[in-house]
Structure formats: structure tokens, C-alpha cells
């Protein structure tokens, strides 16, 4: 067995000699989109663990130094970046602001976690989606994560994770969601490569899919229409619609030190939708 493909634990690092400093700090983990919904309870849950946070916003600065704040009540180191996670050509420039921050607030090189959670929703028919909007969901679904994730790759410790975030909707077809779903198909297909190319360095790659969830996303219909909300409960086999901290919960489980031989995998968040 080629040893870069040998299971990496920290009791193999102690007995080899190996254990350094640094991977006995706190970890830090960079949310896009942890100014609110899944990634701002993603960012609380993870500093509970004892994770540090640099979460990203796009335009709600006041929400995300908001939950900076939080994470510095918790006893966390936090910081928040501006991104545009549609708009490629800022990636380089965001990534040395994340090396710049990272030297200043933690005098390190490199953080453990990418979580990339930011996203927009979009309902429409097949029939009526436009080129405009298709676009744009390519932009921050697909190509924002692929190159995004490309730029931070040297600032990724090695034996970090990566956790993308998709939809139920891949497995479960429902009208008007055929575009954003086919985004997210092609996210699940790059995490299984990531994995596979990033697996010398010990990173895993997997990708949580949640299911129908109590936010503002999508302009809150879960959350506000009730007509809906009982609809999606009655599908449910828990018998009610997900919350963000049903999310950020598992999402934290699966960055967790007891997860680290899960690689390359779609873990469903759903309560049990559509069986």
C-alpha cells in the first residue's frame, strides 16, 4: 500500500514522532454564506466543538459580524470576509485576504475545514427558466465552488475536510427545481473527484444533501407557507419540516474527529424525505 493512502489518525502522527504544534491548536473552519440559515448554524454548532470560524457574506455584513460576535461570546476566535461566491475573478484576490487574516488572528498558514454552503434558491419550469438565470446558478453553484475551492487548496492543511452542500432534490424530483438540482448533481459528482485527487493529502471530500428546511431561502416558502410546510411534514417520516440546526448539527457530526474515514460520500439530511 502506497503510504500517502494509509488511514491517518493523530495516534499514528504521536507514534511516528510526527505531532506538531499546530495540530494541537483549535481548528478553524471557512463557512461561505455564515451570515445566516444552514451556515450561520453550521458556524455556532462547530464552535460548541471547539472550532474556530472565518465565515463569508455577501452583502449582510451586519448579520455576519453579528455572528462573529457569537462565536467571540463562545470563547472562539471568528473573523468575516466579504465574497461573491458568483464572481470567479475575486477568488484569488479573497484567497490572500483568508492568508492575510489567518497570519494576523492566528498566526497560521492554513485553516482545516471548507465548508462551501453559499448559495441562492430558483423555482421555475423547465419551460420558463431563462438563460440569465441558468447562469447565474452555474456561477454560484457550480463554477464558484469548483474554482473557489481551487484558489483555497493551498490553504487547506493537509488531512483537512471538505464538505460541500447539495439538495435532496438530486434524488427526489420535484417541478420547477430542474436547474438548481442539476447544479447540485454536478457538485456530487466533484466531490467524488476532489476526494479522489486530494486523497494524497489526507482531505476528505464529501457532501451534505439537506432536505426541505425552515430558512428565508428560496424566499422562505418552507418556512412560511403553511400549506407547504404541512405538505413536506406529511412526507417526511420524522412527520415535520427540518430546521437549520438539524442541519448545522449534522453538519458539524460529519467535521467532527470521529468522522474522518468518511470520504467521497452523499450524506442525505432530511428526516426521512420521500421514501
Not at 514522532?17 to 494541537?24: D, E, F, H, P, V
Not at 492543511?157 to 460541500?164: C, P, V
Not at 432536505?211 to 410546510?229: H, K, M, P, S, Y
Request: net charge neutral.
Amino acid at each position: 500500500m502506497n503510504a500517502v493512502n494509509k488511514p491517518y489518525t493523530e495516534q499514528a502522527k504521536k507514534q511516528s514522532g510526527a505531532i506538531t504544534k499546530s495540530s494541537t491548536e483549535a481548528k478553524i473552519a471557512l463557512i461561505t454564506g455564515g451570515s445566516r440559515g444552514l451556515g450561520k448554524s453550521a458556524a455556532i454548532k462547530l464552535a460548541q466543538q471547539g472550532v474556530d470560524i472565518i465565515l463569508t457574506y455577501q452583502s449582510k455584513q451586519a448579520d455576519a459580524l453579528d455572528v462573529v460576535a457569537q462565536m467571540k461570546a463562545m470563547g472562539r476566535n471568528a473573523a468575516a470576509l466579504q465574497l461573491d461566491v458568483g464572481n470567479a475573478s475575486t477568488f484569488a484576490a479573497f484567497a490572500s485576504q483568508v492568508s492575510q487574516i489567518l497570519e494576523r488572528q492566528w498566526q497560521r498558514q492554513q485553516f482545516d475545514f471548507l465548508l462551501n454552503n453559499a448559495g441562492v434558491g430558483s423555482h421555475a419550469a423547465i419551460a420558463e427558466t431563462t438563460e440569465a438565470q441558468f447562469d447565474n446558478l452555474v456561477n454560484i453553484h457550480f463554477k464558484g465552488v469548483f474554482f473557489l475551492t481551487q484558489h483555497l487548496l493551498p490553504l487547506i492543511a493537509d488531512h483537512g475536510r471538505i464538505l460541500n452542500v447539495s439538495t435532496g432534490l438530486t434524488r427526489f424530483a420535484l417541478p420547477g427545481y430542474a436547474a438548481y438540482a442539476s447544479m447540485k448533481g454536478a457538485i456530487e459528482v466533484l466531490t467524488k473527484y476532489l476526494a479522489k485527487e486530494l486523497g494524497p493529502r489526507g482531505i476528505t471530500v464529501n457532501v451534505i444533501a439537506p432536505g426541505a428546511i425552515e430558512t428565508d431561502f428560496g424566499g422562505g416558502a418552507v418556512r412560511d407557507n403553511a400549506q407547504l410546510n404541512s405538505f413536506v411534514a406529511s412526507q417526511t417520516a420524522l412527520g415535520r419540516v427540518g430546521l437549520p440546526d438539524d442541519i448545522g448539527g449534522a453538519i458539524a457530526a460529519i467535521l467532527s474527529e470521529n468522522s474522518g474515514w468518511i470520504n467521497a460520500q452523499r450524506i442525505e439530511a432530511s428526516g426521512g424525505m420521500f421514501l
